[in-house]
Nanobody, 121 residues
Framework: QVQLVESGGGLVQAGGSLRLSCAASGSISRINAMGWYRQAPGKQRELVAT???????NYAGSVKGRFAISRDNAKNTVYLQMNSLQVEDTAVYYC???????????????WGQGTQVTVSS
């Protein structure tokens, strides 16, 4: 079993910054892709950013140039640095990891519990 624990959400004024973290623990052999998703009230969950094990990144157009995803493979942790936050960035943010287990040949997807980010005008 694998657990993902997120931290770093909160309330910030427009133009401000926040940094989210998501750490994985459990029976992990290696973690392939990591990513951040968000879900605003009344909307579907959407991709924010992803990062491969070797560091290749991908961003949603709405956050490109403002957000930066990074990872620490030694700590099984993914980060999301969010700058120039806008009211439209208000949502619950979820991390996701594609995990290969120690005693299992296949990979599984795991999600964090979600952390609220609220941007006020």
């Amino acid at each position: 079993q694998v657990q993902l624990v997120e931290s770093g959400g909160g309330l910030v004024q427009a133009g401000g910054s926040l940094r989210l973290s998501c750490a994985a623990s459990g029976s992990i052999s290696r973690i392939n892709a990591m990513g951040w998703y968000r879900q605003a009230p009344g909307k579907q969950r959407e991709l924010v950013a992803t990062i491969t094990r070797d560091g290749s990144t991908n961003y949603a157009g709405s956050v490109k140039g403002r957000f930066a995803i990074s990872r620490d493979n030694a700590k099984n942790t993914v980060y999301l640095q969010m700058n120039s936050l806008q009211v439209e960035d208000t949502a619950v943010y979820y991390c996701k990891m594609v995990v290969k287990h120690i005693f299992k040949p296949t990979t599984d997807d795991y999600w964090g519990q979600g952390t609220q980010v609220t941007v006020s005008s």
